[in-house]
């Protein structure tokens, strides 16, 4: 046998004992029981309630449907801000519906903890064709709070201080009613300290600098509020009654403050731009008799966009002065504002009817609305609103709001748009 026929008769030996091998372990895994996977660790433990203490999670809710249709475009079909002109439309929508719970019976530090998450399904629409009936979950409310005698500590996401009041609507809750026409708002991160003092409350949060110019879908990236590297600072004093000259309706009358910075970065090797944003305004609610109550708020700052202040304009990016050769460009600029809202309420006999009529007014200067680059900018949003709410039970509602908005633009003029609303509300 010569070397070549030796090699493959060794080879084939080494093929014929590797198969023979593997088929032997094959069965006999086949054979053998296989053992158990391993058991899902349980979730660790709730922590033990301190002695006296009892937990208690209350879940809530407040089911919407509205039904809606506007007179001419607007921004946002469901709550429009602002007219823009164009075709009307009709539609519905129970998007502005919520859900949440609240955390009660714990205590720290000598107080009473609590804590409340609350989400809405206002937060956009999927890029689908029927899209517009699958409103995104969105965070509405997510803090927790101690509260002492006189002192309470809140970390979390809640209702800004600067300008707290909103008007009643059932057709505006997603975004309150008079947003971008003379009602400031916003719910944003905070550490806020409140002290009670008598009938006066003083309160003054450090709050997450949002500017209103946030454009990322899903990754956060700073925009000009954190890129200042300051957070928004707010400031409020009130005194309130609970017996306001013996009608047994509460009043309150309001002062507040707000700071914060906003940094523009150069382009091309240019400098950056430190803007401030400020604002102050006054918040009141009283009764005129038993059934009568004028609630609203006055306000007046500078780049407040991140409040939908302005008509939800804050910078003016490429401001303008007159040269010889016409407007010279003199980099960014905050843009000031001023305006605000009233609502009276009569509450009618029996006490399940109200009525209300509102009115609302945000005014961007002019003189800041000057742009080397063709800008269509919103001049003046005014708006009016009549409405009634009809409680059939505590828990069962329903009202028709009219609401019109006239919104002037700076090249386009005047636009117009009356909503119509029908709502009714479940709250469990």
């Known amino acids: 046998m010569n070397a070549e026929r030796l090699w493959m008769s060794v080879r084939a030996s080494l093929i014929l004992f590797t198969l023979v091998t593997l088929a032997t372990s094959a069965g006999a895994q086949a054979q053998a029981p296989q053992p158990a996977p391993s058991p899902t660790p349980p979730p660790p433990p709730i922590p033990a309630a301190a002695a006296g203490e009892t937990w208690k999670v209350a879940p809530y809710g407040i089911v919407f449907f509205n039904g809606f249709g506007n007179g001419g475009g607007t921004n946002n079909g469901d709550v429009p801000l602002w007219a823009t002109g164009g075709p009307g439309s009709t539609g519905a929508s129970a998007r502005q519906s919520r859900l949440g719970f609240k955390v009660t019976g714990l205590s720290a530090a000598h107080g009473k903890l609590s804590g409340v998450m609350e989400s809405d399904f206002f937060g956009g629409f999927p890029a689908i064709g029927n899209g517009d009936n699958m409103g995104v979950v969105r965070l509405r409310l997510a803090h927790a709070r101690l509260d002492w005698e006189h002192t309470s500590l809140l970390v979390g996401q809640d209702w800004m201080v600067f300008a707290p009041g909103n008007p009643v609507s059932l057709a505006c809750a997603g975004i309150p009613l008079m947003v971008a026409g003379g009602n400031p708002w916003a719910r944003l991160p905070q550490v806020r300290l409140e002290r009670r ?71 091309a090797g240019a400098a950056n731009t430190d803007l401030e944003s400020t604002g102050a305004a006054l918040d009141w609610s009283f009764p005129l008799v038993s059934r009568v109550t004028l609630a609203g708020e006055g306000f007046a700052g500078r780049n407040l966009a991140g409040f939908q202040a302005g008509v939800f304009q804050g910078l003016n990016p490429d401001f303008g002065i007159p040269g010889a050769a016409g407007l010279l460009l003199a980099g960014p600029r905050s843009i000031g504002t001023w305006g605000g809202w009233a609502q009276l309420a009569v509450t009618a006999k029996p006490d399940r009817l109200s009525l209300y009529a509102t009115y609302g007014l945000d005014d961007p200067k002019d003189e800041d609305l000057v742009s080397t680059t063709k800008r269509d900018w919103r001049l003046r949003n005014r708006a009016y609103a009549l409405s009634f709410v009809n409680r059939v039970t505590p828990q069962l509602s329903w009202g028709v709001e009219v609401r019109r908005a006239e919104t002037k633009f700076l090249q386009t003029g005047t636009k117009k748009n009356t909503h119509l609303n029908l709502a009714a509300t479940l709250t469990f």
């Open 197 to 267: 003092l008598g009938s006066a409350t003083v309160q003054g949060a450090v709050l997450a600098p949002s500017t209103g110019d946030f454009a990322s879908a899903f990754l956060y990236q700073p925009a000009a509020g954190p890129l200042s590297q300051w957070p928004f600072l707010q400031l409020r004093a009130a005194v309130s009654t609970k017996n306001a000259h013996r009608t047994g309706k509460p009043a309150s009358l309001g002062v507040s403050g707000h700071y914060g910075r906003s940094r523009i970065l150069g382009a």
